[in-house]
């Protein structure tokens, strides 16, 4: 008990920062979606400034590209939520998989077990 908070003293306690944790591979498709959604809100944006400067007095046109904006937020978010929605279906289904392997592989050994024992 002693030598065990010995140990724990000298080691130090690593903690994942927020980017460490953010940057992990199980977060690539969301990362490389937020990347896509930026460059879309980009232009976007660039098209609404393009449009009121070259025309100043077409509200209208203001609030169609507003509109436009809107629009590409929702679709990343739906698309977000497709990719996150996959990933963890990928994910239950893998761990299922594993589950069945590991028991399918225990009731071999049991079987095998039982007939190489000798009677």
């Not at 003293?9 to 896509?36: R, S, W």
Request: neutral net charge.
């Amino acid at each position: 008990m002693q030598q065990d908070a010995e140990t724990k003293a000298q080691k130090p306690a690593v903690q994942q920062g927020v980017l460490v944790a953010y940057f992990d591979l199980a977060n690539l498709p969301t990362f490389a979606v937020c990347i896509l959604a930026s460059l879309v809100f980009l232009y976007v944006s660039g098209e609404i400034i393009e449009a009121t400067w070259s025309n100043p007095n077409g509200i209208v046109n203001l609030l169609f590209n507003i509109v436009k904006v809107f629009g590409a937020v929702v679709t990343f978010k739906v698309f977000e939520a497709a990719i996150n929605i996959g990933v963890a279906l990928w994910v239950m289904l893998s761990a299922v998989q594993r589950g069945l392997y590991k028991l399918e592989k225990r009731r071999d050994d049991q079987n095998w077990n039982k007939h190489s024992q000798p009677y």
